[in-house]
């Protein structure tokens, strides 16, 4: 069965390091999204992706935060200066477009800021 | 705006009982769907059940399903006869009806313990 694949599984990074978070979305979706975990809290939505652009992105996903699709398989997550309180899982999901509501999660980044 | 409230931060139950997860909702939308997923301790999120609003018959899949009461805004998870594996975080969610595309909006989670 397709899966959403995310890498790394873990990463560490220090205070104002810029990362770059990795996601291969099953091949025919055309909905990509992004949302983050606090430890021991809610899943948070950050933002849709549709047809190279963004759809929608929350209050959360601020300057600090971007994404791409740099080519027809991978889609990224990029924080240009962690701050502390941006350590948490991350998730990425996808939906192919029609008929279908079910998103497809990755199994998740745990991002560690120090 | 959409909002999922989970009252249940924890739950213990026996092995091969019944167990309800309550999730209430509230929306303006006319349309939505409702969703449960499973966080495992290994931290993925597996997708269980989903009802669209408009959907005249409760969900069902396997031992899960969705007690869906429009009327009173809930949209509870049933599970049935439950094993040590549904040991896990529940999350409702809130999303797009069939065919959207739109963000989820999840709850605080519950989570269930069961026990030997």
């Known amino acids: 069965e397709p899966e959403v694949t995310q890498t790394p599984s873990h990463q560490v990074t220090q205070m104002g390091q810029e990362v770059i978070l990795r996601c291969v979305p099953i091949s025919n979706h055309l909905y990509f999204y992004w949302y983050r975990q606090i430890l021991g809290q809610k899943v948070e939505f950050l933002v849709s992706?549709?047809?190279?652009?963004?759809?929608?992105k929350s209050e959360i996903f601020d300057d600090q935060f971007s994404v791409e699709r740099p080519d027809g398989s991978n889609f990224t997550l990029k924080i240009r200066s962690t701050k502390l309180e941006d350590s948490a899982m991350y998730f990425c999901?996808?939906?192919?477009?029609?008929?279908?509501?079910?998103?497809?999660f990755g199994p998740g980044t745990r991002l560690t800021v120090t | 705006a959409q909002k999922i409230t989970q009252t249940q931060p924890g739950m213990f139950v026996q092995e091969k009982e019944a167990v309800t997860l309550d999730c209430t909702y509230d929306t303006s939308d006319p349309s939505y769907g409702l969703f449960w997923y499973k966080q495992p301790s290994s931290g993925e999120m597996i997708f269980l059940i989903y009802q669209g609003s408009y959907d005249q018959q409760n969900a069902t899949e396997g031992r899960y399903s969705l007690n869906f009461q429009k009327a009173r805004k809930s949209a509870n998870l049933v599970i049935s006869a439950s094993q040590l594996g549904d040991s896990a975080m529940y999350f409702c969610?809130?999303?797009?009806?069939?065919?959207?595309?739109?963000?989820?909006?999840f709850g605080t989670g519950t989570r269930l313990t069961i026990i030997p």
């Open positions: 999901a996808s939906i192919r477009a029609g008929g279908s509501y079910e998103q497809y």
């Open positions: 992706f549709y047809n190279n652009e963004i759809s929608e």
């Open positions: 969610a809130m999303g797009p009806p069939n065919f959207g595309n739109e963000k989820l909006t």
